[in-house]
Nanobody
Framework: QVQLVESGGGLVQPGGSLRLSCAAS????????MSWYRQAPGKERELVAT????????NYADSVKGRFAISRDNAKNTVYLQMNNLKVEDTAVYYC????????WGQGTQVTVSS
C-alpha cells in the first residue's frame, strides 16, 4: 500500500533552517510528481512546493520562494524540503503528498518557528 512518512520537523528560532524528508513506498516513486503542503492552526491546507518526477521542474508558493527548496532522490524514494530563513508564519504541520490515482498524504510533521 502507498505510504508516505515525513520526518525532520521540530522547533527552530526565526532565521533558522530545517530539512524535512518524506520516505515513500508502495508505488513507482520515480514516476510521480511529489508535493509538500502545510496547514497552520485555523487555516486551510496550502501547497508549498511541487517537484516533477525527474526533478526537471519545481514550483513554489510565493510566500516561500527564495527560502525553501524541494528536491528528490529517486534512488532512495525520498523527497525533501529544505527550509531556510524560517519565519514565525511558517509554523504549521507539513505534509508530503503524492498524486497517483488519487491524492495520498503522509501523517505530517510539525514545524514550529518561535523565539
Amino acid at each position: 500500500q502507498v505510504q508516505l512518512v515525513e520526518s525532520g520537523g521540530g522547533l527552530v528560532q526565526p532565521g533558522g533552517s530545517l530539512r524535512l524528508s518524506c520516505a515513500a513506498s508502495g508505488f513507482t516513486f520515480s514516476s510521480v510528481r511529489m508535493s509538500w503542503y502545510r496547514q497552520a492552526p485555523g487555516k486551510e491546507r496550502e501547497l508549498v512546493a511541487t517537484i516533477t518526477s525527474t526533478s526537471r521542474n519545481t514550483n513554489y508558493a510565493d510566500s516561500v520562494k527564495g527560502r525553501f527548496a524541494i528536491s528528490r532522490d529517486n534512488a532512495k524514494n525520498t523527497v525533501y524540503l529544505q527550509m531556510n530563513n524560517l519565519k514565525v508564519e511558517d509554523t504549521a504541520v507539513y505534509y508530503c503528498s503524492a498524486l497517483i490515482w488519487k491524492q495520498f498524504w503522509g501523517q505530517g510533521t510539525q514545524v514550529t518557528v518561535s523565539s
